[in-house]
């Protein structure tokens, strides 16, 4: 059982660019609760490792660089994503980077790693309230969570999203190598031995494709049972 059972927790699990995490900052906000942004720990835990000069493939020593993590989110103004801060070192842009991805996606098959990243998530359960974003946040990390979402869209329609948002952050990016990535990265975390890619039998399934931000933000309200 997880600690502060009696703090509620909104798990919104789901893949990369389905809207989880626009939706569970605006939730947090919403609502004044807490929010964990887990794949944030993940993308932290290769960026750490490669600044250390650990190897990607030496799981003891990456268990240890995510046991030692020194990490801080700081809030900034409504519609700013939270300020990351690494040792002391701001990291917001370099964590969101397709390679800083690609390497957390591949630290995140790792169960030692995942074990070692599990207490530091469930610290975050904390009065009023928490937003869960994450891909385990229903299923392993707060199976107690009353209210699971998860939340999905089409591989092309995140690809755009995906493409609209390193467009605007002035990336060089094409859709086809993005389409590639997303499709690669969703086998890997659906297929993984440990806590793969998938709904909380309990979780309220909301398919965001088509949908704008708001429409999907009043679902999930509704899901959660807070409108
Ligand atoms: O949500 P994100 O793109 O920041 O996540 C980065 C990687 O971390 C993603 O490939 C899957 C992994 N991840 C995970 O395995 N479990 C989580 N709770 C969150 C992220």
Redo the contacts with the bound molecule.
């Keep these: 059982m997880t600690d502060h059972p009696e703090v509620p927790v909104i798990a919104v699990d789901g893949p990369?660019g389905s809207g989880?995490g626009t939706i569970t900052q605006m939730l947090a906000r919403r609502l004044g609760w807490h929010l964990l942004?887990?794949?944030?720990l993940?993308?932290l835990t290769a960026l750490a490792a490669e600044q250390q000069g650990v190897s990607l493939d030496d799981e003891s020593a990456l268990v240890r660089v995510a046991l030692a993590l020194d990490v801080a989110f700081e809030p900034t103004a409504p519609g700013e994503p939270v300020k990351v801060i690494l040792a002391g070192v701001d990291v917001t842009r370099e964590i969101r980077t397709e390679r800083c991805?690609d390497n957390?996606?591949r630290v995140?098959v790792m169960q030692p790693v995942r074990d070692a990243l599990l207490q530091r998530q469930r610290d975050f359960r904390q009065a009023p309230g928490l937003v869960a974003d994450?891909?385990?946040?229903g299923t392993v990390?707060f199976p107690d969570a009353p209210t699971k979402i998860f939340l999905t869209a089409s591989a092309e329609e995140r690809a755009r999203r995906r493409y609209s948002q390193l467009k605007a952050a002035g990336l060089n990016v094409t859709m086809s190598d993005l389409l590639d990535e997303i499709r690669v990265?969703d086998e890997r975390?659906m297929n993984r031995s440990a806590?793969p890619l998938k709904p909380a039998s309990d979780a309220q399934v909301i398919d965001s494709t088509g949908l704008s931000i708001d429409e999907v933000l009043s679902e999930v309200l509704i899901a959660a049972g807070q409108t």
């Design positions: 990369g989880k942004d887990s794949g944030a993940y993308r991805g957390a996606s995140a994450g891909r385990d946040m990390v990265r975390d806590a």
